[in-house]
């Protein structure tokens, strides 16, 4: 079976709204940063809405709390953490994204591009996903 992912700029309630009508085969690609960005929701509520079975993939995202730009994770006002150990007391185990503008303030020229994608890759490896590291 073939799956199709949204990702919304709308509440998590629509976008399960939108799944009823059109099909099971709809996948939810999750941002953690877009509810509190776009001001329609809290991530911890969403995530507690959501079926895990409908999650594929979860964008690993943060920010500033101007909502201008990204920030490196657990660096910006998305609760980073809280979230990750929500999703991982889900039980979710696909694929994380990793989504951050490295070249739009707060992070550009902050460091080297490189620099940026390690310090970001070690977030995200610091935290054990459902038994292993990403």
Same mark, same amino acid.
């Given at each position: 079976?073939?799956?199709?992912?949204?990702?919304?700029?709308?509440?998590?309630?629509?976008?399960?709204?939108?799944?009823?009508?059109?099909?099971?085969?709809?996948?939810?690609?999750?941002?953690?940063?877009?509810?509190?960005?776009?001001?329609? $929701? =809290?991530?911890?509520?969403?995530?507690?809405? !959501?079926?895990?079975? #409908?999650?594929?993939?979860?964008?690993?995202? *943060?920010?500033?709390?101007?909502?201008?730009?990204?920030?490196?994770?657990?660096?910006?006002?998305?609760?980073?953490?809280?979230?990750?150990?929500?999703?991982?007391?889900? $039980? =979710?185990?696909?694929?994380?994204?990793?989504? !951050?503008?490295?070249? #739009?303030?707060?992070?550009?020229?902050?460091? *080297?591009?490189?620099?940026?994608?390690?310090?970001?890759?070690?977030?995200?490896?610091?935290?054990?996903?459902?038994?292993?590291?990403?």
């Amino acid at each position: 079976m073939s799956f199709y992912t949204i990702e919304g700029v709308i509440s998590i309630e629509k976008v399960l709204r939108i799944i009823e009508k059109n099909g099971r085969d709809i996948r939810i690609c999750y941002n953690i940063f877009n509810p509190i960005r776009f001001g329609y $929701g =809290y991530p911890l509520q969403e995530l507690g809405m !959501t079926p895990v079975e #409908k999650l594929r993939p979860i964008h690993l995202k *943060d920010g500033a709390e101007n909502m201008i730009g990204c920030t490196l994770l657990g660096e910006g006002v998305g609760k980073f953490f809280e979230v990750a150990e929500a999703i991982k007391t889900k $039980g =979710y185990t696909g694929w994380h994204f990793a989504e !951050t503008y490295y070249y #739009k303030a707060p992070l550009k020229g902050s460091e *080297d591009r490189l620099t940026m994608l390690c310090r970001y890759n070690d977030t995200m490896r610091s935290i054990t996903w459902n038994g292993t590291s990403l």
